[in-house]
């Protein structure tokens, strides 16, 4: 019993030790070279909760960086979130020459098993850049031009000629946006498919339209594991699609023909897995982030009304100009369309369509944004106008980086630009107006809490 006595206080005192040190360490991480100043907070939580708290759409810096900014003197600091250590920066030249290094794409755990642990998207940089190869022949400028804008453009007005049967009707900007990409996706993509299957990936769908950034525990009960469930079965859905439609040898015209194309070359990268992994990948990132755009874009229209006039002007002369009143959109008349793509740039200045881009360095970077004062007058007022007279197709510089930069370049950057503008030009043909109650937040992803709705009044004047 003596012993016991002794050795209690023993073992308590080096478990506090042993405690203390851990704490230390997590605290003060080691590097090879000089890290950012920073606080690591509280162990495995971090500072993720302050980080992940939701804040006003017009703010642009989140009252989180804003105070780490305030406390530290410097646009980069140290911190951990989603239980790992990461530095943050937003500071446009060290994210440019993050962008141009050798650097590969990271993920938080939790993206990495929604995605699947062995997405081409999160392997090494030749798989990476070889999908992105892939997908950019689907969504990239000239299957546009020849194909998707006409589907885009089709969709979208059978969307608004459905919704305004009647002479007044509402419905969700992000919403209808998300079933119409979804739908297009389908089609264009996959084909035609079982009403069955259609509502079964629908329901799978769904369950990633929350929060992609969490803590990595997958167990019942915790957003992560419904991810890896609505995954799981979303891939077997979509893997017994592909053979069946392989062995059918039905060409379709569609994305599967291209996929079909890479795996009957000599030596082929691309199999089943690899084809159903980069479907699920380009399903989920669609649905997920254009919409968002195209909700926030209108949101930003109807607070300006002298937008909303110019914006009419231009696709009532759009429509006018045609010859055939009825046709649809053309790929001339897409890039003739100045103002929308000024608005359309504005917009995404405000919004970007990767707002966190993940990476890891594998070398030593030696060492701003959308809203400097020094690169844009009035940085928090909404003006399309600034960008007269300027390249409104581009996509890249070191102030301007909506779609990321480097590898991680959004491949998809004009199909998502194709698809506001498609929407912009129907959505101004009718007199409209959004709920006042309407509001828009910013974590991560932007965020609609009261939706984001639109009502119609009036009949298209053509």
């Given amino acids: 019993m003596l012993d016991f006595y002794w050795t209690f206080p023993v073992i308590v005192s080096l478990i506090v030790v042993k405690l203390c040190h851990w704490i230390y360490r997590w605290k003060n991480p080691t590097c090879k070279g000089k890290l950012p100043p920073g606080t690591m907070g509280f162990p495995i939580i971090g500072e993720t909760f302050e980080f992940m708290t939701p804040y006003d759409f017009h703010l642009v810096i989140s009252p989180f960086l804003k105070k780490k900014i305030s406390r530290y003197g410097s646009k980069m600091f140290s911190t951990s979130l989603f239980g790992a250590k990461v530095i943050i920066s937003i500071d446009p030249e060290v994210n440019m020459e993050m962008a141009k290094a050798n650097s590969q794409f990271g993920a938080t755990e939790s993206l990495r098993r929604l995605f699947g642990e062995y997405n081409d998207f999160l392997q090494r940089k030749d798989i990476h850049k070889y999908v992105r190869n892939l997908t950019s022949r689907f969504v990239g400028p000239e299957n546009l031009k020849n194909r998707l804008i006409q589907d885009i453009d089709c969709l979208t007005r059978n969307y608004f000629e459905i919704e305004n049967g009647a002479m007044s009707t509402s419905f969700d900007v992000k919403e209808a946006a998300t079933q119409m990409v979804v739908d297009l996706i389908v089609n264009k993509v996959i084909g035609g498919m079982e009403s069955e299957a259609v509502k079964e990936l629908g329901l799978c769908w769904t369950t990633f339209r929350t929060n992609w950034f969490n803590f990595s525990y997958n167990f019942p009960g915790t957003t992560v594991y419904r991810f890896v469930m609505a995954r799981k079965?979303?891939?077997?859905?979509?893997?017994?699609?592909?053979?069946?439609?392989?062995?059918?040898?039905?060409?379709?015209?569609?994305?599967?023909?291209?996929?079909?194309?890479?795996?009957?070359?000599?030596?082929?990268?691309?199999?089943?897995?690899?084809?159903?992994?980069?479907?699920?990948?380009?399903?989920?990132?669609?649905?997920?982030?254009?919409?968002?755009?195209?909700?926030?874009?209108?949101?930003?229209?109807a607070d300006n009304p002298d937008v909303m006039e110019e914006l009419k002007r231009e696709h009532e002369a759009v429509v006018q100009n045609r010859v055939d009143k009825e046709a649809g959109i053309t790929w001339e008349e897409y890039k003739s369309m100045t103002f929308t793509h000024m608005v359309?740039?504005?917009?995404?200045?405000?919004?970007?369509?990767?707002?966190?881009?993940?990476?890891?360095?594998?070398?030593?970077?030696?060492?701003?944004?959308?809203?400097?004062?020094?690169?844009?007058?009035?940085?928090?007022?909404?003006?399309?106008?600034?960008?007269?007279?300027?390249?409104?197709?581009?996509?890249?510089?070191?102030?301007?980086?909506?779609?990321?930069?480097?590898?991680?370049?959004?491949?998809?950057?004009?199909?998502?630009?194709?698809?506001?503008?498609?929407?912009?030009?129907?959505?101004?043909?009718?007199?409209?107006?959004?709920?006042?109650?309407?509001?828009?937040?910013?974590r991560y992803m932007l965020m609609f809490p009261t939706g984001c709705k639109v009502e119609i009044t009036k009949e298209p004047s053509d």
């Fill in 344 to 442: 359309i740039k504005e917009s995404l200045r405000f919004t970007s369509a990767q707002p966190t881009v993940h990476r890891i360095p594998t070398e030593d970077v030696q060492i701003g944004v959308h809203f400097d004062e020094k690169k844009y007058d009035d940085p928090l007022k909404f003006n399309p106008w600034r960008w007269k007279g300027q390249d409104l197709h581009g996509i890249l510089s070191k102030d301007y980086m909506p779609f990321g930069a480097g590898s991680t370049l959004c491949v998809g950057s004009e199909f998502a630009k194709c698809i506001i503008a498609v929407f912009l030009h129907h959505l101004s043909r009718f007199r409209w107006s959004l709920d006042p109650k309407t509001r828009v937040l910013r």
């Fill in 233 to 301: 079965r979303a891939a077997k859905l979509l893997k017994g699609l592909i053979q069946k439609r392989k062995e059918s040898k039905q060409g379709l015209g569609d994305f599967l023909d291209i996929l079909f194309d890479e795996m009957e070359k000599d030596g082929a990268v691309l199999d089943i897995d690899r084809a159903v992994n980069l479907i699920f990948t380009f399903f989920i990132l669609s649905q997920d982030t254009t919409p968002r755009i195209v909700a926030a874009t209108v949101k930003l229209v």
